[in-house]
């Protein structure tokens, strides 16, 4: 590189432009170490088995309000058979504060709105826990933040265990045997079957957070042998790693005996009946969660009830959950950071940096009522480039154009060396948070390997000859670089940058990102749509670039890891299937793809480790995705609660409100507030207006 800049400084003292020189074939670095974070909290790693077990009790417990109220009277059966044969028992030994008492609620704010039930349809319930309370799905691995590397398996959820065949192929699965849907209809296999035939089979549906077939492995098949027994067929031997994929959020069956009565398949229905047909106000909708919603108000609040057949218990035997209301105040997210900070909400994943040092002062007080805690560097940011060049979203002329530069690897390198990351970062905050990120990877995943962190530093001059070498030039002189002549009529290069607009840190990182592309000399400009606009228009291909947190798959890699690269058809953010339905990849992406399948199918942890430094190599160095900015999130969490594992990270194998396993969390009978809405009253039938007495 220094001789490059020697040449360059010698030219421009002849004044000759450093732009005539030929460009360099820049090569990227080992990006430098970041700022070291002392993350706060300590995790105590304890053995995969010590969470939780399947097994009967000699007796359970409930609320006595619900004995009083509800079985007394004959509207509910009694408790023991509300639950099943062997319902789950949560390990007193994990509990950071043991045994619980019922009673409180969790305020949660967030700044989704829910679109309605149909999450198996691909409808969003507004995010921040919701979904993520009300499903439960085949395996659960957010609370795997504490166990280690070594004994790393996805715990048994509504798959109470599993067999492999001898020759690794097929994988056979139990269901927890007799748990009711929170109706009281029998949870089954017709369950999970109408979920993977209907659902993530049936082109015509698309799950939300993207479950495809390939999601779990090319090939893949699953059948119903019994009642309470699934068995997947891999194409792979003993791909361990579906398990992870059959988690939160691939895997969640929705109520099949409601769902079926919208499902073209079953019904006089369109696809579009079925994902509409269970609007927000279609109240207690049967859940295998802990709660079930039973109040709606747009733009204000979400009111949940314990759920009367939740299938989990204590040591004890008291069905859980302890908390008997969930609330969900429709709000922002900005505003979840202030209300969990000034003690109005109860819970935030403190992500948006713009509000770090309000927090830290607020809650470094006394009287603080909120307690905050910092985790290792997993919250990232990347530029994700529009591949396809054979149809995917339909592109015009322009937009065919501006895929064709994104597959230009001199464009992206234009791109990327344009990009002052340092300034983004301190555009968001000041301080030890934020550091250097060039894409791939999460720093905060055991995985991470910084050799194999490719980076091309911040080089405006060099970025600008990159962009002639890619053939663009100014030749309007007004500043931006135009198409050759005979491509989108030799305009100005136009990029549309689509963005989430509901986090201010979204915004402030596209609007950075415009900033220095018009010192490149590239024209960028921004569709600022809320978050399921924004997430609609991606699935769909509609945009040029796009902006988006990083999710599990880079964080942990093993969780949604066929995201890591464009597997299937549907797996990858930014490279999905064409017109003609294949994905157009380009060389490195097919040496992505085949790295990721040989990770999937390898159980050997140093090949898995080794791969994966394979991945970041091809990943960083190709510009896959162009990195932003990374940085730490914050757990917010009111005092009052109880059972708040120490160390929680607020994003790994998924968010918080998983991680922390809100159905064993609880308020000491001399704390609770009197915040539930709906005090000693439960749910009621489906479609019912309201919680019943
Ligand atoms: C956490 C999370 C729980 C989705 C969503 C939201 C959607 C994305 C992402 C996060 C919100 C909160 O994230 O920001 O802290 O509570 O809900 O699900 O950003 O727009 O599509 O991937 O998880």
Redesign the pocket.
């Known amino acids: 590189m220094t001789r490059i800049r020697n040449l360059r400084a010698a030219a421009l003292l002849l004044g000759v432009s450093a732009l005539a020189l030929p460009a360099a074939a820049v090569e990227p670095v080992v990006v430098p170490e970041q700022p070291v974070f002392p993350a706060q909290g300590k995790i105590t790693y304890v053995p995969r088995d010590s969470i939780l077990e399947f097994k009967a009790l000699p007796s359970y417990k409930e609320p006595a309000w619900v004995t009083e109220k509800f079985v007394k009277t004959g509207k509910l059966p009694p408790v023991g058979e509300r639950l099943p044969k062997e319902p789950m028992v949560f390990k007193t030994g994990n509990m950071p504060d043991g045994i619980g008492v019922y009673g409180d609620t969790i305020r949660h704010v967030i700044?989704?709105r829910p679109e309605g039930w149909n999450y198996s349809a691909g409808q969003t319930q507004g995010?921040?826990?919701i979904?993520?309370g009300m499903s439960e799905c085949l395996t659960r691995t957010a609370p795997l933040f504490q166990v280690e590397a070594k004994d790393m398996e996805p715990l048994p959820n509504l798959a109470k265990s599993w067999e492999w065949s001898e020759d690794g192929h097929r994988l056979t699965m139990k269901l927890v045997e007799g748990a009711k849907w929170s109706d009281g209809d029998p949870f089954d296999s017709e369950d999970i079957m109408f979920y993977w035939d209907d659902n993530v089979v049936d082109s015509n549906v698309s799950p939300l957070n993207g479950a495809t077939p390939e999601t779990f492995g090319v090939g893949t098949t699953l059948k119903a042998i019994d009642k309470y027994t699934v068995e997947w067929t891999f194409q792979e031997a003993f791909p361990r790693q579906h398990l992870y994929a059959m988690a939160y959020g691939t895997f969640c069956p929705g109520p099949s005996h409601i769902l079926k009565t919208k499902h073209p398949k079953y019904a006089k229905t369109t696809y579009d009946d079925y994902k509409n047909g269970f609007p927000p106000e279609f109240l207690n909708v049967p859940v295998m969660g802990a709660w079930v919603p039973v109040e709606y108000r747009s733009d204000d609040i979400i009111v949940l009830r314990r759920n009367p057949y939740y299938w989990k218990v204590d040591e004890e035997g008291h069905q859980l959950p302890y908390l008997n209301e969930m609330h969900y105040k429709l709000s922002t997210?900005a505003d979840r950071d202030v209300q969990a900070i000034a003690g109005s909400g109860d819970f935030s994943?403190l992500?948006q940096p713009e509000n770090f040092v309000e927090s830290l002062k607020r809650a470094a007080q006394e009287t603080a009522p909120a307690r905050l805690a910092f985790g290792p560097r997993l919250i990232g940011y990347n530029l994700r480039l529009n591949f396809s060049a054979n149809g995917w979203g339909e592109p015009d002329e322009r937009a065919k154009a501006v895929r064709d530069l994104n597959r230009n690897l001199d464009f992206r390198k234009a791109v990327t060396m344009a990009v002052d990351r340092k300034k983004l970062g301190e555009a968001l905050v000041k301080g030890p948070f934020t550091a250097i990120y060039p894409g791939g990877l999460s720093s905060g995943t055991s995985f991470y390997d910084r050799q194999s962190t490719m980076y091309y530093p911040f080089d405006l001059e060099g970025a600008k000859a990159l962009l002639e070498k890619a053939g663009l030039a100014d030749t309007d002189g007004n500043g931006f670089v135009n198409f050759p002549v005979g491509t989108a009529g030799g305009a100005d290069v136009q990029v549309v940058l689509l963005v989430?607009s509901?986090y201010g840190t979204d915004r402030n990182l596209a609007e950075g990102i415009v900033g220095q592309m018009e010192q490149l000399g590239l024209k960028v400009v921004l569709n600022a749509v809320d978050?399921t606009k924004r997430?609609a228009a991606q699935y769909a291909g509609r945009f040029d670039w796009f902006i988006r947190?990083n999710?599990q798959d880079l964080t942990s890699v093993v969780q949604n890891t066929t995201q890591l690269a464009a597997t299937g058809p549907r797996t990858s953010w930014h490279h999905r299937a064409g017109t003609d339905g294949s994905v157009d990849l380009m060389p490195f992406e097919q040496e992505m793809v085949d790295i990721v399948n040989a990770f999937v199918a390898s159980s050997d942890n140093d090949k898995r480790a080794e791969l994966m430094r394979q991945y970041q190599k091809i990943a960083t160095s190709n510009l896959d995705t162009i990195g932003l900015t990374e940085y730490p999130g914050a757990l917010v969490i009111n005092k009052r609660f109880s059972n708040i594992p120490e160390g929680a990270p607020?994003f790994m194998f998924n968010?918080a409100?998983d991680t922390i396993i809100r159905e064993r969390v609880f308020v000491a009978a001399d704390k609770q507030g009197d915040h539930e809405l709906f005090p000693e009253q439960m749910p009621g039938k489906p479609g019912d207006s309201g919680p019943i007495n």
């Open positions: 700044g989704g995010w921040g826990g979904d993520i997210w994943n992500e989430n509901d978050g997430d947190r999710d607020i968010w409100e």
